[in-house]
């Protein structure tokens, strides 16, 4: 079992903004990074440290946390942004990294 | 340009070895830390293993801790895995990353960019 629960799956429609959010009990003391992962494909990061996007990403990609809980929001979600998405910390003992479930993404 | 292409992936029967590869390329290897990560078929991402620059620290998932063992040579600029006792929930596909991280106040953040393609390990009698 994962120490970083994700939902499963969420939807978006095309334009609108969406959140993904995943929680955990390291996340009171570690940031989460957030990777997005197409169909055969490598992740890629997307979201690392207090707010932060790789050269590349778009910025209607965004990173908060609050206690418990990081999100990833995008704003203006288009259609190749639909794919699965992962968020990353370190566990509860911080000797060990943890990935959430995974959330799959649709664009409607 | 940063690139990382694993090897060494394939099928193995249950109980056997198997040694992943990964080649570095386009950064200053021995300053960075590496990881893996797998994916079982149609699951999720599982952290296996994490390596410093100059392997001072290495940390393993409960999940193979006592059977994987990770290394590296900064010389070939390659990281790997060696894989022994291998179990049929072990098969996935395998990706290496590049670990970065950032600490502040002593609390140390890290995140894996960028990854490799992944090699596919499947362990089946």
């Known amino acids: 079992s994962s120490e970083l629960t994700q939902d499963p799956a969420v939807s978006v429609a095309l334009g609108q903004t969406v959140r993904i959010t995943c929680q955990g009990d390291?996340?009171?003391?570690?940031?989460a990074s957030w990777y997005q992962q197409k169909p055969g494909q490598a992740p890629v990061l997307v979201i690392y440290?207090?707010?932060n996007r790789p050269s590349g990403i778009p910025d209607r990609f965004s990173g908060s946390s609050s206690g418990n809980t990081a999100s990833l929001t995008i704003a203006g979600a288009q259609a190749e942004d639909e794919a699965d998405y992962y968020c990353?910390?370190?566990?509860?003992?911080?000797?060990?990294?943890?990935f959430g479930g995974g959330t799959k993404l649709t664009v409607l | 340009e940063v690139q990382l292409v694993e090897s060494g992936g394939g099928l193995v029967k249950p109980g056997g070895s198997l040694r992943l590869s990964c080649a570095a390329s386009?950064?200053?290897?021995?300053?960075?830390?590496m990881t893996w990560v797998r994916q079982a078929p149609g699951k999720g991402l599982e952290w296996v293993s994490s390596i410093s620059g100059e392997s001072a620290y290495i940390y393993y998932a409960d999940s193979v801790k006592g059977r994987f063992t990770i290394s590296r040579d900064n010389a070939k600029s390659s990281l790997y895995l060696q894989m022994n006792s291998l179990r049929v929930e072990d098969t996935a596909v395998y990706f290496c990353a590049r670990a970065l991280r950032y600490c502040i106040n002593g609390v140390c953040n890290h995140w894996f960019d960028p990854w490799g393609q992944g090699t596919l390990v499947t362990v089946s009698s």
């Open positions: 440290g207090e707010n």
């Open positions: 390291s996340l009171t003391k570690y940031y």
């Open positions: 990353n910390s370190r566990d509860s003992s911080g000797n060990q990294m943890v």
């Open positions: 386009g950064f200053a290897f021995s300053s960075y830390g």
